[in-house]
């Protein structure tokens, strides 16, 4: 069985729309990435998204989008990754985010000025590269 993950990239809709990095804690690596994690068992994969934004990032509000794209690939513990990239759409960047202690930083960055550098994995470009383009094509 493949262990299963999600993938949130956050943005906000209202000019200048902007995208939510967050930072790692020095023991997972200190890189930038958007909202990941585990799928629990009965969970679905929007149902993960909203779990891991109410943990990652103490939210509740806004639209989750599930893309439809999946990411397959091998982990560091040797297991099958699916990974499926969702989106939280926000009106705006919420005045602050409680962060959990799996990140020590944040930054809204306008998507315009995004580059595949900002991110240490090619996947979570690959996503937000999906996720403004669905944006785009919805706004």
Known sequence: MNHKKVQVIVLTTTKPEKVLLLKTNKKRGGFWQNITGSVEREESFIEAAEREIAE???LTEGEIVELDHSFIFTDRYQREVIERPLILLLEEVPA???LSEEHDDY??????DVQESHFEYESN???YVM??????ERS
């Open 131 to 136: 996720a403004v383009k669905y944006w785009r």
């Open 107 to 112: 930054r809204w960055i306008p998507i315009d």
């Open 96 to 98: 602050s985010l409680e």
């Open 125 to 127: 470009y690959d996503a």
């Open 56 to 58: 990652e990032i103490n």
